[in-house]
T-cell receptor
Framework: TQLLEQSPQFLSIQEGENLTVYCNSS?????LQWYRQEPGEGPVLLVT?????EVKKLKRLTFQFGDARKDSSLHITAAQPGDTGLYLC????????FGAGTILRVKS | EPEVTQTPSHQVTQMGQEVILRCVPI?????FYWYRQILGQKVEFLVSFYNNEISEKSEIFDDQFSVERPDGSNFTLKIRSTKLEDSAMYFC????????FGQGTRLTVV
């Protein structure tokens, strides 16, 4: 069984603070994807990281793929209330394996 | 941007009844998936489908579940005899490298 451990499970911060979400596994993935999910809706793809050590930026979001392609992080700079949501990492082999998700709440 | 569409958005069914969840994947995608998410829990893989056959399925996907692509466009998930614990959001996804998810069908078994 491929397990993807995501932490923290829940994060409540003030607007303007920075945060990092981690995704760790003992398995090597060909790539790793980060999704954001709103209540009652499907996951929406934010980014795919493919190369070990790769860093991708999406406005205030920075995604990093570990050198060994077993872990990844999502860093949000100066969080805003609109960033509130469920963030999911998903490792890619022959199917997507999801982490349990991180519920982010940004208070104004 | 192309999107995966799922119908219905919400289905309420009595325990023991059959349900069919429908999905229209993105037209040029080759891989299709069903996932489910029980309220408050993680997104769980059910089944993947490629070249008109199941390529992988999880332990959740037992004999009560089946998938079809009857007309080359729709991709359906059938649950033959629903149980209370089948209540969940069911997500369809299609992929050709990047996976795109539908909005989900909320299945409530009463």
């Amino acid at each position: 069984t491929q397990l993807l451990e995501q932490s923290p499970q829940f994060l409540s911060i003030q607007e303007g603070e920075n945060l990092t979400v981690y995704c760790n596994s003992s398995s090597v993935f060909s790539s790793l994807q980060w999704y954001r999910q709103e209540p009652g809706e499907g996951p929406v793809l934010l980014v795919t990281v493919v190369t070990g050590g790769e860093v991708k930026k999406l406005k205030r979001l920075t995604f990093q793929f570990g050198d060994a392609r077993k872990d990844s992080s999502l860093h949000i700079t100066a969080a805003q209330p609109g960033d509130t949501g469920l963030y999911l990492c998903a490792g890619v082999k022959d199917k997507l394996v999801f982490g349990a998700g991180t519920i982010l709440r940004v208070k104004s | 941007e192309p999107e995966v569409t799922q119908t219905p958005s919400h289905q309420v069914t009595q325990m023991g009844q059959e349900v069919i969840l429908r999905c229209v994947p993105i037209s040029n995608h080759l891989y299709f998936y069903w996932y489910r998410q029980i309220l408050g829990q993680k997104v769980e893989f059910l089944v993947s489908f490629y070249n008109n056959e199941i390529s992988e399925k999880s332990e959740i996907f037992d004999d009560q579940f089946s998938v079809e692509r009857p007309d080359g466009s729709n991709f359906t998930l059938k649950i033959r005899s629903t149980k209370l614990e089948d209540s969940a959001m069911y997500f369809c996804a299609s992929s050709s490298g990047r996976a795109f998810f539908g909005q989900g069908t909320r299945l409530t078994v009463v």
